[in-house]
């Protein structure tokens, strides 16, 4: 089955600075891949998205980007802001189904 | 406005005694699923439905029940709490697998004792 792996489990920058979060995937057939943010006692929310047939996906200051051959996709986070502290969560598409990243716990430092 | 509701939001209960999360979607969603958080473990699925009368098992599925009669509810069945049940529970859902991810509801603090 699909796994899904994020790296780093915890990270810290400074206000300002820029954030790279990276996941990578086994099952080539996934086509869609959905990042999530977690505020703490909130519930996961849908931040950007991406699909297979695309490579860079940008909403603001966010963006995705993917590499189907090497099977990894990023969410880049520049300009980070206190409000931006919070576990980010990536996932892939498995048959009609989703797989979820075990989390990154982002911290922005003012 | 387009939601997914839980109930209860928080719950105590007796190990052994069975209780009922409900979960309803007013987004006419397809795919329906819920899972379990806990801390260092991010977020493990337990059942998942994909239309009426369709569910399987997820990752997690072990002392759980669900059903899908109607496409808008899927209750999260526990026919015998333990304390290792003790979690945060979410519902989502999500209109297909071309759609755009799931949708959560707020969540569902357990506590078996």
């Known amino acids: 089955g699909e796994n899904v792996e994020q790296h780093p489990s915890t990270l810290s920058v400074q206000e300002g600075d820029s954030a790279v979060i990276k996941c990578t995937y086994s099952?080539?057939?996934?086509?869609?891949f959905p990042w999530y943010k977690q505020e703490l006692g909130k519930r996961p929310q849908l931040i950007i998205d991406?699909?297979?047939?695309?490579g860079e996906k940008k909403d603001q200051r966010i963006a995705v980007t993917l590499n189907k051959t090497a099977k990894h996709f990023s969410l880049h986070i520049t300009e980070t802001q206190p409000e931006d502290s919070a576990v980010y969560f990536c996932?892939?598409?498995?048959?009609?189904?989703?797989?979820f990243g075990p989390g990154t716990r982002l911290s922005v430092l003012p | 406005e387009a939601q997914v509701t839980q109930n209860p939001r928080y719950l105590i209960t007796v190990t052994g005694k069975k209780l009922t999360v409900t979960c309803s979607q007013n987004?006419?969603?397809?795919?329906m699923s819920w899972y379990r958080q806990d801390p260092g473990l991010g977020l493990r699925q337990i059942y998942y439905?994909?239309?009426?009368?369709?569910?399987d098992k997820g990752d997690v599925p072990e002392g759980y029940k669900v059903s899908r009669k109607e496409k808008r509810n899927f209750p999260l069945i526990l026919e015998s709490p333990s304390p290792n049940q003790t979690s945060l529970y979410f519902c989502?859902?999500?209109?297909?697998?071309?759609?755009?991810?799931?949708?959560f509801g707020s969540g569902t603090r357990l506590t078996v004792v």
């Open positions: 989502a859902s999500s209109l297909s697998r071309q759609g755009r991810g799931y949708t």
């Open positions: 099952d080539s057939a996934s086509n869609y």
């Open positions: 991406i699909r297979s047939n695309v």
């Open positions: 996932a892939a598409s498995y048959g009609q189904n989703f797989v």
């Open positions: 987004m006419n969603h397809e795919y």
């Open positions: 439905s994909m239309n009426v009368e369709v569910t």
